[in-house]
């Protein structure tokens, strides 16, 4: 994720670090990540569909030619020819869908869900924009709740990929929702594509922090002594206190099965499968369409 360089130069201010007495260990029942941590295992196949015992009508064949997308950069498409069949089929009497639920419904069951609404803890949502730098520190943007007009910058010292892997967690009795975009920067790579783009080189300003993997952080843009602005900032380094080495293990394993899946692809590229479509005319349609049809015919105009 590119972020405008301009926000990196904005370092004039005061700076603060963030960081908790390590004299104080954080209360682990109370920090923790909700639900599983992705690490790479792929997930459960859906069930392959039971296709009905379709009786085929008739059937009409064409030989075209697909091209299945690249699916790695660097990778060529393939093309080849495929098969194309459209089979018309007898109608299998599928069951119907459910009918939509009521326009108007029960006042009780209404009644019912806002007291369960109201009886759940309140659930804070972080949308947080997260700039990784050589896995060694990450620029976060965010706006405080309430404030879309007021955006806040912080340079951390933990690779925010470790940061990853999960939607929600809890810290100090509060749970967050977590909707961050995440992406890596080469610096070297960057500082090529400045020079080669406008022929100077404008490194990346980058305020002093703590060796990396210490969960501390400087805000940069901003009111450092915001307690409120600052709190899912804090709450995500106070989170790394207590699930740093699982989050970190959770990340390394999905990297490498992301470089196992890719060598896979590069060696198996996807092909081009024949295509089947199967089309059937609604019997019961059909039935309730008749009569409105014949009364259409047997209507009579008059001038």
């Given at each position: ?82 098969n194309v069949t459209v089979q018309l089929v007898e109608d299998p009497h599928l069951t119907p869908p459910p009918a939509p639920a009521p326009g108007n419904p029960d006042p009780a069951a209404i009644a019912r869900f806002k007291a369960i609404m109201a009886e759940r803890p309140k659930v804070d949502n972080i949308f ?176």
């Open positions: 994720m590119k972020l405008p360089i301009g926000v990196c130069l904005l370092l004039g201010i005061t700076l603060s670090l963030h960081a908790q007495d390590p004299a104080v260990p954080p209360v682990v029942g109370q920090t923790a990540v909700i639900g599983p941590i992705a690490n790479g295992t792929p997930s459960a196949s859906a069930p392959v569909p039971v296709s009905p015992n379709f009786t085929v009508k008739s059937s009409w064949t064409e030989r075209v030619v697909r091209e299945e997308p690249a699916p790695l950069p660097g990778m060529t498409p393939v093309r080849k020819p495929v947080l924009s997260a700039t990784v730098y050589d896995h060694q520190r990450t620029m976060l943007r965010w706006h405080p709740n309430g404030h879309p007009d007021q955006e806040m910058i912080a340079w951390s010292a933990l690779d925010f990929n470790t940061l990853s892997g999960f939607g929600q967690f809890t810290y100090n009795g509060k749970d967050y929702n977590l909707f961050m975009f995440i992406g890596n920067e080469n610096s070297k790579k960057r500082l090529l594509h400045l020079q080669q783009q406008i022929g100077a080189l404008q490194p990346t300003a980058i305020p002093d922090l703590p060796p990396t993997g210490t969960p501390a952080f400087v805000v940069t843009q901003g009111d450092p002594t915001d307690a409120d602005a600052i709190a899912p900032i804090t709450a995500m380094h106070e989170l790394y206190k207590v699930e740093g080495p699982q989050l970190v293990a959770a990340y390394q394993a999905r990297e490498q099965a992301r470089i196992e899946h890719e060598a896979w692809l590069r060696a198996n590229p996807p092909q081009p499968q024949d295509v089947l479509i199967q089309v059937w005319k609604r019997e019961e349609e059909a039935a309730q369409m008749a009569p409105l049809q014949e009364t259409t015919t047997n209507t009579e105009v008059t001038p």
